[in-house]
């Protein structure tokens, strides 16, 4: 039994095309939750999903890294806080800075995302969320930048709908941050509809400078199946919105058109 | 034992969620002559010995760039408490 199988029902793997040589690795840190989500979300779009360990600084020779959500060291200190001192994550920081053509691809989930802005990887940072509670549900976003490793295959303002939950969910930036990321066009996911968690400008997922680090709260790896997803028009359960994320990836990767 | 104390707030232009809500239940005990609550954090840096220079110093760097984030948070005071 491989380590992505779901926990319930058909655990058999889809019949696909052949894996692309696309190498993509999970994180998980002590307290990680969604690192084999995430592993069986990259598997669905087509990549081969390498597990990476905090207190391994080898990155294995993958080809971009995801850090998924969870709680990592249980969210001591501030969320994603200790996270960003593990050993993987300076090789992570070392490869997302790179000076390169093509440096590292970094996505980061909720947790992943906290660690981001943790180690300075992207700007701004969370705070919990306005009206102080857990929240739990579906939620739809806007992919306003289409111009990253991980959301070429989107359309541009295509709507999406992904599941989010999360406690400390409100992005705060300073004003000069966000004109800039305003004007730079770096908001890649924006909530659409009621605001979810008091974050400035409704933003929920940022990328650097070279559009090779992104972040956002909300999580496409728990879209990607049709059975386990958002309810959809389709039918209850049946949103796999999320899947582009890593479809984009590993397009991005393989040469594949953009 | 020597102790260095450092205490953290969260900046005053971020809005404090959790101290919003401490001092929207303050009335409900009667407590009704404060306007408004700020949470913050307070560190207990345990030293076996003396506090030198240098090891305040190598406080005030922990605090700076491990203990807050400055993008949400001030380092408000690093200081030396000879018996806690």
């Known amino acids: ?258 | 034992m020597p102790t260095i104390l450092v205490e953290v707030m969260p900046k005053p232009e971020i809005l404090d969620p959790q101290g919003k809500a401490i001092a929207n239940a303050l009335p409900h005990r009667g407590f009704t002559g404060f306007s408004g609550v700020r949470q913050g954090k307070r560190f207990e840096l345990s030293v076996d010995g003396e506090v030198t220079e240098e090891l305040l110093e190598s406080a005030r760097t922990a605090a700076a760039e491990m203990l807050s984030n400055p993008v949400i948070e001030d380092v408000v005071s690093v200081t030396v408490a000879e018996d806690l």
Request: proline share 6%; net charge negative; charged share 20%.
């Open chain 1, 1 to 258: 039994m491989s380590a992505d199988t779901p926990l319930i029902g058909d655990h058999t793997m889809p019949e696909t095309a052949p894996l692309t040589d696309a190498r993509i690795g999970v994180v998980t840190f002590p307290g990680t939750l969604d690192d084999r989500d995430a592993a069986r979300a990259v598997r669905l779009g087509g990549g081969t999903p390498v597990s990476l360990w905090h207190a391994d600084d080898s990155l294995h020779e993958v080809d971009a890294v995801i850090l998924p959500g969870g709680f990592s060291y249980g969210d001591y200190l501030r969320a994603g806080a200790i996270a960003r001192f593990a050993p993987v994550m300076n090789t992570i920081i070392v490869e997302a800075e790179a000076t390169t053509a093509s440096p590292l691809p970094v996505l980061g989930i909720c947790n992943g995302f906290q660690i981001l802005t943790e180690a300075h990887l992207l700007p701004g940072s969370m705070i919990k969320n306005d009206h102080l509670k857990f929240i739990c549900r579906d939620q739809v976003l806007r992919v306003e930048n289409t111009g990253t490793a991980w959301t070429s295959q989107f359309t541009q303002d295509e709507l999406i709908t992904v599941p989010m939950k999360n406690q400390d969910g409100q992005y705060v930036v300073d004003d000069a941050t966000l004109s800039t990321l305003e004007d730079q066009g770096r908001v890649v996911f924006r909530y659409v509809g009621e605001s979810p968690n008091g974050s400035r400008n409704d933003i929920a997922g940022v990328t650097n400078e070279r559009g090779n680090v992104v972040g956002l709260m909300p999580h496409p790896e728990h879209a990607v199946e049709a059975g386990y997803g958002p309810n959809d028009a389709t039918g209850l359960r049946e949103g796999t919105d999320g899947l582009t994320i890593f479809t984009s990836v590993v397009s991005s990767l393989t040469g594949g058109n953009a």
